[in-house]
T-cell receptor
Framework: DAGVIQSPRHEVTEMGQEVTLRCKPI?????LFWYRQTMMRGLELLIY????????DSGMPEDRFSAKMPNASFSTLKIQPSEPRDSAVYFC?????????????FGPGTRLLVL | AQSVAQPEDQVNVAEGNPLTVKCTYS??????LFWYVQYPNRGLQFLLK??????LVKGSYGFEAEFNKSQTSFHLKKPSALVSDSALYFC????????????FGTGTRLTVIP
């Protein structure tokens, strides 16, 4: 299995631009999680989906952030407009919900720099 | 509410010595507990988990963790540290019963000194 795939791996953009981060979960997994990691705030859960349905988006910083999961094999996290304080590493993770198989498997992350 | 605490930001240990990275938890209901490791510029990697059963859980790379219900702790241990174990370690607990999100600690940076 290829594991969780994220793209791009690195993104540099200017303030005000739209940024779209992409994630392909492990095949067969039915839960998907988006996290943000910064030195100041550590690892934060932004949103997660079960069976393509958003369950908890209370971690999404503000309306500039949105996430979608149109099907079981793809999710996007969009920031519009981006701001310098959004600079962080964004991780996607997936898991198989149920039967105690709660282990989350993380992608390599997207390192975002907003200038 | 579920939460974990990692009281040490940094742990230093000499190569070959035993290591312990501490974690305490707070949950309502039975705890599902996890340890992850993060190497530089990488995503988090699953090390081990406690769901039920034996209090001593064995995981990847020779790590193990001991679940202690009375002390609400889940400390990560390894009998003999390697320089390559130097990394950031995260403890996590599953959300409330019926939820499958994880709450992560703030992380402990382990440095193994040659």
């Amino acid at each position: 299995d290829a594991g969780v795939i994220q793209s791009p791996r690195h993104e540099v953009t200017e303030m005000g631009q739209e940024v779209t981060l992409r994630c392909k979960p492990i095949s067969g997994h039915n839960s998907l999680f988006w996290y943000r990691q910064t030195m100041m705030r550590g690892l934060e859960l932004l949103i997660y989906f079960n069976n393509n349905v958003p369950i908890d988006d209370s971690g999404m910083p503000e309306d500039r952030f949105s996430a979608k999961m149109p099907n079981a094999s793809f999710s996007t996290l969009k920031i519009q407009p981006s701001e310098p304080r959004d600079s962080a590493v964004y991780f996607c993770a997936s898991s198989l919900m149920g039967n105690s198989q709660e282990t989350q498997y993380f992608g390599p992350g997207t390192r975002l720099l907003v200038l | 509410a579920q939460s974990v605490a990692q009281p040490e930001d940094q742990v230093n240990v000499a190569e070959g010595n035993p290591l312990t990275v501490k974690c305490t938890y707070s949950v309502s209901g039975n705890p599902y507990l996890f340890w992850y490791v993060q190497y530089p510029n990488r995503g988090l990697q699953f090390l081990l988990k406690y769901i039920t059963g034996d209090n001593l859980v064995k995981g990847s790379y020779g790590f193990e963790a001991e679940f202690n219900k009375s002390q609400t702790s889940f400390h990560l241990k390894k009998p003999s540290a390697l320089v390559s174990d130097s990394a950031l370690y995260f403890c996590a607990v599953r959300g409330q019963t019926g939820a499958n999100n994880l709450f992560f600690g703030t992380g402990t940076r382990l440095t193994v000194i040659p």
